[in-house]
C-alpha cells in the first residue's frame, strides 16, 4: 500500500535541506546520503546522489523517469553472481574427494586389473 496523497512524498529533512540550498546557490555537488528511504522529488532531478548500499556509496545521477521512486531502488545492496552450474557442482565434487578417480593423488589402475574383467577367469565361458 502506498503513501498517502495528503502526506505527500517523505524525504528526510535534512537530504532535502541539502538539495534546496544547492539549488538556490546552482551547485552541482555529489551528496552523500544513507537515506534509502526518501522518495526522489522534482527538486532532485540533475544531481548526483551517493546512495548508501551498506558497503559503499553508489553515485546516482537523478532524471525525470526517477520521480516518485525510492532512492534505495537505484543502489543495489546484493550482488547476484548466478547460480551454479551442474558442471561445476562436479568438477567440485571430483576435485574435491580424496581418493576418487581422476583427482591428484589417487593411485592408477593396474595394467590388468581394469577393462571389466571377472574375478577367477579371463572372461566369459560358454
Known amino acids: 500500500m502506498g503513501r498517502s496523497l495528503k502526506k505527500g512524498p517523505?524525504?528526510?529533512t535534512?537530504?532535502?535541506e541539502k538539495i534546496e540550498v544547492m539549488n538556490r546557490g546552482a551547485e552541482k555537488k555529489v551528496i552523500k546520503t544513507w537515506s534509502r528511504r526518501s522518495t526522489v522529488i522534482p527538486e532532485m532531478v540533475g544531481h548526483t546522489l551517493a546512495v548508501h548500499n551498506g558497503k559503499k556509496f553508489i553515485p546516482v545521477?537523478?532524471?525525470?523517469?526517477?520521480?516518485?521512486?525510492?532512492l534505495g531502488e537505484f543502489a543495489p545492496t546484493r550482488i547476484f553472481k548466478g547460480h551454479t552450474t551442474r558442471v561445476a557442482e562436479k568438477a567440485a565434487a571430483v576435485?574435491?574427494?580424496?581418493?576418487?578417480?581422476?583427482?591428484?593423488?589417487?593411485?592408477?589402475?593396474a595394467a590388468g586389473a581394469g577393462g571389466g574383467a571377472r574375478p577367477g577367469g579371463a572372461g566369459k565361458e560358454s
Open 10 to 12: 517523505f524525504v528526510d
Open 61 to 70: 545521477y537523478v532524471t525525470e523517469n526517477m520521480v516518485g521512486h525510492k
Open 95 to 109: 576435485g574435491g574427494a580424496p581418493g576418487a578417480p581422476g583427482a591428484p593423488g589417487a593411485a592408477a589402475p
Open 14 to 16: 535534512h537530504l532535502l
